[in-house]
């Protein structure tokens, strides 16, 4: 009876397993699919243009990387550094479970009232322009509990044994922290960066708000303060504005193919990082 239950489990969690590739591929497929016809080397490398008739994406690919720039610039130094003290350095209780909670509370929060704060702080209060730079620092919060938790979790779980034993061997605390702790917890934090950068580039909302509509080319320091569309935002404006629902799948393919190269060069800088800090803690070892 107990080896029918446990095959019956097993079938079960693989037919789930199942499920979740299936649809993803089917979804994959289906966008892809759409998609792809549409693309071509001057829809990827031109901008739209009223007067010529033309549309490009080139403006909003810029705007998309120039967004994740100035939120990572901004959310993954105060996100490891943040879960750094809460690991290692807050004594009191009540302060770590209060900063717990807020980080919860502000992962719940929809994302259009952090466009509605982000407009009414940095554009009304602050007198920022709609741009990357009232974008990213909009986004830089709502990608922050996603760091916090993703790090404090992974430093958490680097053994207790290391940091004894690193400080026993005379290192300082931040030493400690520097050399033992934040390499052993790089798989977290680069998996809480790829999440936030998928939020990033799956934003929409908020950025209505805070960094316009613009489809026009700029330069980087221009856009900080002019209004510049994302992908998400121009596939917003192509489906339901004008209706040009095949540009909008176009588009989707490539925020799909952007996200997908985005996460291999993370897992692939991971990797380098933890190869770099072995050899450098086996030639340590040795010398």
Same mark, same amino acid.
């Given at each position: /009876?107990?080896?029918?239950?446990d095959?019956? =489990?097993? +079938?079960?969690?693989r037919?789930?397993?199942a499920?979740v590739?299936?649809?993803? %591929?089917?979804?994959l497929g289906?966008?892809?699919?759409?998609g792809?016809?549409?693309?071509?080397?001057?829809?990827?490398?031109?901008?739209?243009?009223?007067?010529?008739?033309t549309?490009?994406?080139?403006?909003?690919?810029?705007?998309t990387?120039y967004l994740?720039?100035?939120t990572? &610039?901004?959310a993954?130094?105060l996100g490891?550094?943040?879960?750094?003290y809460?690991?290692?350095?807050?004594?009191?209780? @009540?302060?770590? @479970?209060?900063?717990s909670?807020a980080?919860e509370?502000l992962?719940?929060?929809?994302?259009?009232l952090?466009?509605? %704060?982000?407009?009414?702080?940095?554009?009304?209060?602050m007198?920022?322009?709609?741009?990357i730079?009232?974008?990213?620092?909009t986004?830089?919060? /709502? &990608?922050l509990?996603?760091?916090?938790?993703?790090?404090?979790?992974?430093?958490?779980n &680097?053994s207790?044994?290391? @940091?004894?034993?690193?400080?026993? +061997?005379?290192?300082?605390?931040w030493? /400690?922290?520097?050399?033992v702790?934040?390499?052993?917890?790089?798989?977290g934090?680069?998996?809480?960066?790829i999440?936030?950068?998928?939020?990033?580039?799956g934003?929409?909302?908020?950025? =209505?708000?805070?960094?316009?509509f613009?489809?026009?080319?700029?330069?980087?320091?221009?856009?900080?303060?002019s209004?510049?569309?994302t992908?998400?935002v121009?596939?917003? &404006?192509?489906?339901?504005e @004008?209706?040009?629902t095949?540009?909008?799948?176009?588009?989707?393919? %490539?925020? /799909?193919?952007?996200?997908?190269?985005?996460?291999?060069?993370?897992?692939?800088?991971?990797?380098r +990082?933890?190869?770099?800090?072995?050899k450098?803690?086996?030639?340590a070892?040795?010398?």
């Amino acid at each position: /009876m107990r080896r029918l239950k446990d095959r019956i =489990l097993l +079938l079960l969690i693989r037919l789930s397993a199942a499920a979740v590739c299936l649809l993803l %591929v089917a979804l994959l497929g289906y966008v892809l699919g759409r998609g792809l016809p549409g693309l071509s080397w001057r829809f990827l490398c031109g901008q739209t243009s009223y007067l010529k008739q033309t549309t490009g994406i080139l403006p909003n690919i810029l705007n998309t990387l120039y967004l994740i720039l100035v939120t990572m &610039v901004i959310a993954a130094p105060l996100g490891i550094c943040t879960a750094v003290y809460l690991t290692e350095y807050a004594r009191s209780k @009540r302060l770590v @479970r209060l900063i717990s909670f807020a980080t919860e509370t502000l992962t719940g929060i929809p994302s259009i009232l952090f466009g509605l %704060v982000g407009m009414l702080f940095f554009l009304r209060l602050m007198g920022l322009k709609a741009g990357i730079l009232a974008g990213g620092l909009t986004l830089s919060i /709502m &990608v922050l509990p996603t760091m916090i938790s993703n790090t404090k979790e992974s430093l958490q779980n &680097v053994s207790q044994a290391w @940091r004894e034993g690193a400080l026993a +061997l005379g290192s300082g605390k931040w030493h /400690m922290v520097r050399t033992v702790v934040l390499p052993n917890a790089i798989d977290g934090i680069v998996t809480g960066g790829i999440l936030a950068i998928g939020r990033i580039v799956g934003e929409s909302a908020a950025l =209505l708000f805070t960094a316009g509509f613009g489809l026009a080319l700029t330069g980087f320091l221009k856009s900080l303060q002019s209004s510049s569309a994302t992908l998400t935002v121009a596939l917003y &404006v192509y489906a339901s504005e @004008r209706g040009d629902t095949q540009t909008a799948f176009a588009i989707a393919s %490539v925020l /799909m193919i952007l996200t997908l190269l985005l996460n291999l060069a993370a897992n692939i800088a991971a990797k380098r +990082l933890q190869t770099t800090h072995r050899k450098g803690a086996f030639h340590a070892k040795h010398h």
